[in-house]
């Protein structure tokens, strides 16, 4: 009888630890197909700026249309930023991710059956909120799965996996519809989806639902804090070299300004999701290591704003242009920074909700970028207009330099003015 108790107590403890360990891979794939998620979606990000004549032929719009078209985009996903951050929070991210990965898949629906603007319009900003679930399932199940201090590491992996998208939602895709047509493109994407969507509802596991606590009192909390809401304002204007240049207006500036083809526009502006994928990783180490993160998000703002002033009024060469923009790439890192630095201004049990408000708050930029940008182009004469790319295109470097200067205030009255133990490490 003992021998057979202590063969029970084995089997049920190697039992246990199978489940934990089947358990942990499941939350490992989570994490993975989040990834994907977020490539998937980076690649339906960036289509406008590979597809522009063709979107412009096929609804009849101009530079300043054009402009709002992208930037929907951005409205459904900063919109959709708190609602779903809230259902992540209490259902989990299974459903939630399924529901807005098949979201992202009729948004698409348009291009491929409509001529009608309204449509187009009303299937990108549908995309837009579905993309939202990408990264913010991304934040969840890292929460989930990984130690605090791992989160920026963890997230910068995720970052590099996701812009493998915005890579291939580039040179390659803009040839893929050469050969065979920018609407069999857009079908295989939508395949694609709904394969993606299938997969991620059967592999990601169930969460038992949790209850949640007042959000009017989480918000409160969050939007009261002056750091916390200069932080986002200021990163949210960091973000014009690449949600303004690189998502949509880059391949008909370098067509324009310096007439290079659509081909090496893509490749060059790739280079920046390149950068990225390297800066990801780099930026969060050093930041790490230093423990200075806003010397960090400075130093690529500064960079960035250099090399657009270069970009905007003297022509600089190829070469110099596709080194230049791999350091961008890595300069654009620094959202992952700047999120995770807002973050750590407010109690451990409304840093979900942070993250949130604070990629919601930089990514609604995204819009203010696009849409300027077009305005500016249709105001000073269309898209056929050298001059008239190159002011609406300055505004990037404007921001860079406003934003600079904030990160440097910020950072000096954080060591001067705030109490360190405010800060939660």
């Known amino acids: 009888m003992s021998l057979y108790r202590h063969n029970l107590s084995i089997g049920i403890t ?6 934990k360990r089947t358990a942990q891979n499941f939350l490992w794939i989570s994490w993975f197909l989040a ?50 951050g809230i259902l992540l929070d209490r259902f989990g ?5 399924f529901l807005c990965i098949l979201s992202t898949v009729i948004g698409m629906m348009p291009i ?52 493998l998208g915005a890579i291939y939602g580039g040179g390659p895709v803009a040839y ?40 009017k009192e989480e918000l409160f909390l969050v939007l009261k804090n002056p750091r916390v809401i200069m932080i986002c304002l200021f990163a949210g204007m960091m973000v014009g070299p690449l949600e303004g240049f690189a998502d949509v207006w880059g391949a008909e500036f370098f067509k324009i300004v310096y007439d290079i083809d659509k081909s090496q526009s893509s490749y060059l502006i790739s280079m920046i999701f390149i950068g ?8 969060s180490l050093i930041a790490e290591k230093t423990n200075n993160y806003f010397g960090v998000i400075i130093g690529a703002s500064f960079l960035m ?5 270069f970009l905007l009024y003297f022509k600089i060469s190829i070469n110099i242009i596709t080194i230049s923009f791999i350091l961008v790439g890595v300069c654009c890192a620094y959202q992952i920074l700047a999120i995770y630095k807002a973050s750590s201004y407010v109690p451990e049990h409304v840093v979900g909700i942070t993250t949130a408000i604070a990629n919601m708050i930089i990514m609604i930029f995204g819009y203010v970028f696009h849409t300027v940008i077009g305005a500016i182009i249709e105001v000073l004469g269309g898209v056929q207009n050298k001059t008239a790319f190159i002011y609406g295109i300055s505004i990037i470097p404007i ?10 205030l910020i950072s000096y009255n954080d060591r001067k003015k705030f109490p360190k133990t405010v800060v939660r490490h």
């Open 14 to 19: 190697m039992l246990r630890k199978n489940t």
């Open 35 to 84: 990834s994907i998620f977020y490539a998937y979606q980076y690649i339906l990000r960036v289509l406008p700026n590979i597809m522009f004549n063709e979107f412009a032929e096929q609804f009849n719009i101009g530079a300043g249309l054009f402009g709002q078209f992208s930037g929907v985009y951005y409205i459904g996903y900063a919109l959709m930023h708190l609602p779903i």
């Open 93 to 97: 991210p299974k459903k939630i991710m």
């Open 112 to 163: 491929l059956y409509s001529h009608n603007w309204i449509l187009a319009l009303a299937g990108r900003t549908l995309v837009g909120i579905g993309s939202s679930a990408a990264i913010l399932g991304t934040f969840k199940i890292i929460r989930m799965t990984f130690e605090e201090r791992y989160f920026t590491r963890m997230l910068s992996f995720s970052v590099t996996i996701g812009l």
């Open 176 to 215: 893929l519809s050469k050969i065979f047509g920018y609407q069999s493109v857009i079908f295989g994407l939508v395949i694609m989806g709904i394969i993606l969507s299938c997969i991620t509802y059967i592999m990601v596991p169930t969460a038992q639902p949790v209850k949640q606590k007042s959000i």
């Open 276 to 283: 990225m994928c390297f800066g990801a990783p780099v930026l």
């Open 305 to 309: 704003c250099i090399v657009f002033s």
């Open 399 to 408: 921001t860079l330099l406003i934003s600079m200067i904030g990160f440097l």
